[in-house]
């Protein structure tokens, strides 16, 4: 068996391509949302948080350890990364190649979120932010010491709304729908709101990098890019895939007694 965290667009097609390739697969994705993505991939499909215990149980049938987690999600990395090793098993990584930024004057890398939250007030008045709830404690207070304000691009879940409430952020300063976006719909929603800056990670193409870049060039407006946590380059998705399987070997379990059918369940720790 080999189970994939996959919370990204790469890792439900390394679930899938394992899938299919006879693999029995444990998809783990940090929302239903992910899950359901997921449907009808022949993978078994895992939705809710991880811990240390919750992903230590999932572990101890497998056979590899497939990371293709976010960038920025550092924590689960090195949670899987130590639940593989206690439990003797490989562990691959699949690291979502670096965006090349250009050289150009509206462009302000930042080593972390505590630097872009500085920076933002003093390249626009309107700070929109697209790094998600989770750094908006971060970025409120210098900017309303500056007398910015913040619209916050978030995902449409009941809880991350009710977070950004809960900051104070109005419900005119919450775009709540999930990416990524086009050029187009970056460059309207960038009108709409007279953002004077931009804030968003280096999470690569599959993040709509590009698209935010260019609509940024397209208006004039300066796009602050967080830069990722430090982590070494990993394989492209065709050799994580290889790997995966030659390392989980000669298929020893019954691929038709329906543990490699889609199915969802959640739980925590």
């Not at 430090?230 to 290889?242: N, Y």
Request: glycine share 12%; charged share 20%.
């Amino acid at each position: 068996m080999i189970v994939v965290l996959a919370g990204t667009s790469e890792g439900r097609v390394l679930a899938r391509t394992l899938a299919g390739r006879g693999r029995r697969v444990v998809a783990c994705t940090a929302t239903a949302y992910g899950g359901e993505l997921l449907a009808g991939s022949g993978c078994t499909v895992r939705s809710g948080p991880l811990g240390e215990t919750s992903l230590s149980g999932l572990v101890s049938g497998a056979r590899v350890l497939v990371d293709a987690t976010h960038p920025f999600a550092r924590e689960i990395s090195v949670l899987a990364a130590r639940t593989a090793a206690d439990h003797g098993i490989p562990y691959l990584r699949y690291s979502r190649p670096a965006f090349s930024l250009p050289d150009d004057p509206l462009v302000h890398p930042v080593p972390d979120f505590g630097a872009a939250a500085l920076l933002a007030p003093r390249l626009g008045s309107v700070i929109f932010l697209a790094t998600g709830s989770k750094t908006l404690d971060l970025f409120l207070p210098p900017a309303r010491a500056a007398g910015c304000r913040v619209v916050a691009r978030v995902l449409p879940a009941e809880g991350v709304v009710a977070r950004c409430l809960s900051l104070g952020l109005s419900p005119a300063d919450i775009v709540a729908a999930q990416g990524p976006f086009g050029r187009e719909v970056n460059v309207a929603l960038l009108r709409h709101f007279g953002a004077g800056v931009m804030v968003t990670k280096e999470d690569g193409a599959p993040g709509g990098l590009g698209e935010k870049l260019a609509a940024c060039l397209e208006l004039g407006v300066p796009l602050v890019v967080v830069g990722r946590p430090d982590e070494a380059g990993g394989e492209d998705l065709a050799e994580i895939c290889d790997r995966a399987v030659r390392l989980d070997g000669e298929i020893s379990y019954d691929e038709r007694e329906g543990d490699n059918h889609a199915s969802a369940w959640s739980g925590r720790d």
